[in-house]
């Protein structure tokens, strides 16, 4: 099992920054892939960015490419989400993932909600 805890969430000004962090503990070694996922109300969970532990192979979101940057640090198990410039519509609950595959998620935290304000 990894477990996974969110931490870095809540209200912020759009134009302005919020960092995200994720610290994974357990299992960690049988993980490939750690991605970010966030849910608004009244919408289906969406994917924001992912990157891999290794080779830092990153992808984003359309929504979110050019202003969000995702990182990974192997050494103390951490995924951080930067959110430059962020928008009211980026207003959701922000949860971390880990998978053993390639854009296969097994194990989730329990989210940190981020607030946008216009």
């Known amino acids: 099992q990894v477990q996974l805890v969110e931490s870095g969430g809540g209200f912020v000004q759009a134009g302005g920054s919020l960092r995200l962090s994720c610290a994974a503990s357990g299992r960690t070694f049988s993980t490939y892939i750690m991605g970010w996922f966030r849910q608004a109300p009244g919408k289906n969970r969406e994917f924001v960015a992912s990157?891999?532990?290794?080779?830092?192979?990153?992808v984003y979101a359309d929504s979110v490419k050019g202003r969000f940057t995702i990182s990974g640090d192997n050494a103390k198990n951490t995924v951080s989400l930067q959110m430059n410039s962020p928008k009211p519509e980026d207003t959701a609950v922000y949860y971390c993932?880990?998978?053993?595959?390639?854009?296969?998620?097994?194990?989730w935290g329990q989210g940190t909600q981020v607030t946008v304000s216009s």
């Open positions: 990157i891999t532990w290794h080779g830092a192979r990153t």
């Open positions: 993932a880990a998978g053993g595959g390639w854009a296969s998620y097994d194990f």
